[in-house]
């Protein structure tokens, strides 16, 4: 594909890419592998779209995810500082070695496919409560009816929420998700407090009385694998942040491209044991993490001949890289569940690699299979091109996803 005019500095901004970005990052891979950007708030930026670029770049320790340099070379762009918080800054996700590291081994430890393993028959349970819930009230909405709640009620089991409480977090992390940070009414605040004072309130109990769960596993653990209040804080709140929105997106994702693909949802209506490859190919397909998250450049770094100077703001393309056909040469914008050895990067690569990856397929599985069999006529409500998505520079998230369950099985 090549460009039939200038690249306007907002290209990602616009309602085109927000709806459909392949297009135009097809059209950067092969005329500006590495572009420019800028946000309405007038924050400068370079975006990776090859996938040896990103697999690149997602490595390479000159681009920084501490978030203290991050918010950093932001601030000194936009003429402000940009101060962090607890919630944010103790966490491996926004950290570098050496502080990433014994963080990462923490968090290993106690988020293993060994615990999302024992917590699988809990989660069919809870799918299919949330499908009986959807038939009841005659929800017609797979977003918010199963896509959104499924991935906070699981994490909050992994947690050690008690069930009396999930619907609060159901609550607080809707407000989180949806409300922009510049929100007048400061309900945004509020519930950021109410969750962090909550999650204060949980681990100071699970140091009490420990249980099965994530937070007393990070909080009991031995030696360099215990964590702090402070980082169990942060590692809660983005766990419980972070996961919630890119799962509903997998989910989201996932349930579009095969009602949309009918001859590749027969093929697993016809035989579950391919579900765990099919995973991995929406994975590929749907990029449910657009972008990864921004990284700053420590010193400058060159990617496909382009120098990126110091102390500037850097976006790594995963849905770009996952269609790249120098990577994907078999048709890389179709949609093929027995595609062998999909090497998508959607939970990145390097040391930040998705810790949280077992539980989102398991989910994704799960989900996918007991939708299938308890409504295999399932179909979409509406069609594919009034499908509308939100901007975001991590996730695009689906406005809603309406679906006809047809008769049951």
């Not at 014994?102 to 028959?121: H, I, N, W």
């Not at 929800?139 to 050690?160: F, K, R, V, W, Y």
């Amino acid at each position: 594909m090549k460009g039939t005019g200038t690249l306007s500095k907002y290209w990602m901004f616009s309602d085109d890419y927000t709806q459909n970005p392949y297009p135009m990052l097809a059209r950067l891979r092969q005329e500006q592998p590495v572009a420019k950007v800028e946000t309405p708030d007038g924050v400068r930026a370079w975006v990776v779209t090859r996938y040896d670029d990103v697999r690149t770049a997602l490595a390479d320790p000159r681009l920084s995810r501490d978030i203290g340099k991050l918010y950093g070379a932001l601030g000194r762009q936009l003429g402000r500082e940009l101060p962090t918080t607890d919630e944010i800054s103790n966490h491996l996700a926004n950290s570098d070695p050496p502080r990433h590291t014994p963080l990462r081994k923490a968090l290993s430890f106690a988020f293993t496919p060994k615990r999302v393993k024992a917590l699988r028959e809990g989660w069919h349970k809870v799918v299919d409560d949330l499908l009986d819930d959807m038939v009841r009230t005659g929800g017609q909405d797979l977003n918010t009816g199963l896509s959104e709640p499924l991935p906070i009620i699981t994490i909050a089991q992994l947690m050690g929420v008690p069930d009396s409480d999930w619907p609060q977090f159901l609550v607080w992390t809707d407000t989180l998700r949806r409300v922009d940070a510049s929100d007048p009414t400061g309900i945004k605040a509020r519930h950021t407090k109410e969750l962090s004072d909550y999650i204060r309130d949980l681990i100071a109990r699970k140091q009490r009385r420990p249980e099965d769960d994530l937070i007393s596993a990070l909080v009991h653990a031995e030696g360099d694998k215990r964590l702090d209040a402070k980082e169990a804080l942060s590692t809660a709140f983005a766990v419980m942040t972070g996961g919630n929105d890119t799962t509903t997106s997998l989910l989201n994702g996932a349930f579009t491209a095969l009602l949309t693909h009918p001859a590749e949802a027969a093929k697993i209506k016809a035989d579950h044991s391919l579900l765990p490859a099919a995973v991995e190919e929406l994975l590929r397909y749907t990029a449910p993490v657009i972008n990864s998250l921004q990284r700053v450049t420590l010193e400058p770094v060159e990617l496909s001949g382009v120098r990126i100077p110091q102390d500037e703001i850097v976006i790594i393309s995963i849905a770009s890289a996952n269609h790249d056909p120098d990577a994907f040469p078999d048709r890389p914008d179709e949609l093929d569940v027995t595609r062998k050895r999909p090497a998508h990067l959607s939970f990145g690569h390097g040391i930040h690699y998705c810790l949280g990856n077992h539980m989102a397929k398991a989910l994704t599985e799960i989900a996918v299979q007991r939708v299938f069999e308890r409504f295999p006529r399932i179909r979409l409500g509406v069609d594919p091109s009034e499908l509308r998505y939100q901007p975001g520079l991590i996730v695009r998230p689906l406005v809603s996803l309406p679906v006809v369950f047809g008769p049951t099985a």
